[in-house]
Nanobody, 127 residues
Framework: QVQLVESGGGSVQAGGSLRLSCAASGRTVSSTDMGWFRQAPGKEREFVAAMTWSGSSTYYGDSVKGRFTISKDNAKNTVYLQMNNLKPEDTAVYYC????????????????????WGQGTQVTASS
């Protein structure tokens, strides 16, 4: 059984930073394409960042490029999302996701490409 558990969310002032963690069990992140999505109230879940299983390629949503960084620690079986210069519009519930098949590019930005999801962690950035 695959489980993804997010942590690290919280409330910060605009311009602040947070690091989200996604601890995986039942599947190794070293052999899995992983992604982060977010959902704000009244909006659809949107793509934030993704990393291929090898770690050789990363992808970011346009609104977070240059501010967010996805990384992973294979030894800890954990994926991270470092979020810098947070803005009020980054406020949302953030979800970690794991794919079953391998892909790249636009495929990794689609919600339908991911089979497993965490429960989400709330991030609030206030002005």
């Amino acid at each position: 059984q695959v489980q993804l558990v997010e942590s690290g969310g919280g409330s910060v002032q605009a311009g602040g930073s947070l690091r989200l963690s996604c601890a995986a069990s039942g599947r190794t992140v070293s052999s899995t394409d992983m992604g982060w999505f977010r959902q704000a109230p009244g909006k659809e879940r949107e793509f934030v960042a993704a990393m291929t299983w090898s770690g050789s390629s990363t992808y970011y949503g346009d609104s977070v490029k240059g501010r967010f960084t996805i990384s992973k620690d294979n030894a800890k079986n954990t994926v991270y999302l470092q979020m810098n210069n947070l803005k009020p519009e980054d406020t949302a519930v953030y979800y970690c996701a794991a794919a079953v098949y391998y892909g790249s590019g636009n495929w990794l930005t689609r919600r339908s490409s991911y089979a497993y999801w965490g429960q989400g962690t709330q991030v609030t950035a206030s002005s």
